[in-house]
């Protein structure tokens, strides 16, 4: 998965990043400005103390630090690597310091976000509109033009795509053109230390709700200087902050909820691993995530709960118990379940 950090000049998205990639300037990854993160989930980790296998494979999530364009946020470049990411974590100001006084009115993070908001749809209605005036020159009626049309129609109402429902047919017909507001968005709101404690700026937990996206509260600030502490002082300097989770679980947990991500296992001898697919993908389509021929032969899915295969301690016992059931291609795979497809190619 990958998650871009955005947002406008002084909100801290740097920090933030910096934060995530153990405090360095150059994060791991392909190039500088990219960090990877492994996925916490201890089930992976009790799951590999019992297999014991050659390899164990956490999900992974790519954060991206996404410059944004001055004094245009939503520069080409911008907008560029906006649409190479799947997760937009919108980072908005709640701090005010020395070096970053508050704004002549006072910092207002809910007016920001309609801000952004109300440029990325307009972002996405001249997108929309150049594309409708080429297909009127060239007389062509089709999915497109419909669907185009509905979503020139919800950004005249300033509504971000990501609101309105896109029939099949409809969602194919736009998704080649990358909207911006229809990309699944977190909201991060980067306080000053003071604010680490209680629910400052509580208005924007009604406008997150409102856009149906998950929000996380935190000081960057804080966690860069966590970042540079060993994984045992991070902990004693979490509690001692009243921190409950870091920025990494949080920003992780909060993409999961926006993407409406589950994880669920294979397991064996050679490899442990996670694997992430939407909330609602059938056994099915899950196969196909693995491996494009386990979709193709899919013959049934062998399923347990993670949790009740680590009480009964092995597979063998697991099936004496009953634990372990067949389900066909149909059905739902759920959060943390072990899954072994049967097929034949």
């Known amino acids: 998965m990958d998650v871009g950090i955005f947002g406008n000049a002084g909100a801290g998205k740097s920090a933030l990043f910096r934060a995530l990639a153990g405090g360095e300037q150059a ?14 989930d201890d089930r992976v980790d009790r799951v590999a103390e019992i297999y014991r296998p050659k390899k164990t494979t956490h999900v992974s999530i790519s954060f991206h630090d996404i410059d944004a364009g001055e004094p245009d946020l939503l520069s080409t470049q911008a907008l560029a690597a906006l649409r190479s990411v799947e997760v937009l974590a919108l980072v908005l100001r709640g701090f005010a310091d020395d070096y970053h006084p508050a704004p002549p009115g006072g910092l207002n993070p809910v007016a920001e976000f309609r801000e952004i908001s109300s440029a990325m749809v307009l972002s996405d209605y001249l997108v929309a509109q150049k594309r409708i005036e080429r297909m009127t020159k060239e007389a062509k009626r089709d999915s497109e033009w419909a669907a185009l049309h509905k979503a020139i129609d919800a ?6 795509l990501r609101h309105v429902d896109l029939a099949g047919e409809e969602e194919r017909a736009v998704s080649g053109f990358r909207f911006v507001s229809r990309m699944p968005l977190l909201l991060v709101l980067n306080v000053g230390e ?20 998950p929000l996380v509260r935190l000081c960057a600030k804080v966690e860069e200087e966590i970042a540079q502490l060993s994984p045992a002082e991070q902990a004693d300097f979490l509690k001692e902050m009243g921190i409950a989770r870091g920025a990494r679980d949080q920003l992780v947990r909060g993409a999961f909820d926006a993407m409406e991500y589950i994880s669920f296992l294979t397991v064996g001898e050679d490899e442990v691993r996670a694997w992430n697919v939407r909330r609602g993908t059938t056994a099915l389509a899950a196969a196909g995530r693995i491996h494009s021929d386990l979709e193709k032969g899919f013959i049934r899915a062998e399923v347990i709960p993670s949790e009740e295969f680590l009480r009964c301690g092995s597979m063998a016992k697991a099936k004496t118990e009953g634990k372990l059931r067949l389900e066909g291609k149909e059905y739902v795979v759920k959060d943390g379940e072990i899954v072994h497809v049967r097929f034949n190619v």
Request: charged share 30%.
């Open 194 to 213: 003071d604010g680490l404690r209680g629910e400052p700026f509580p208005e924007l937990s009604k406008a997150a709700a409102e856009a149906k996206a």
């Open 155 to 160: 950004f005249e109402r300033e509504v971000p």
């Open 27 to 40: 994060a791991q990854g392909k190039h500088a400005g990219v960090c990877a993160i492994k996925v916490p």
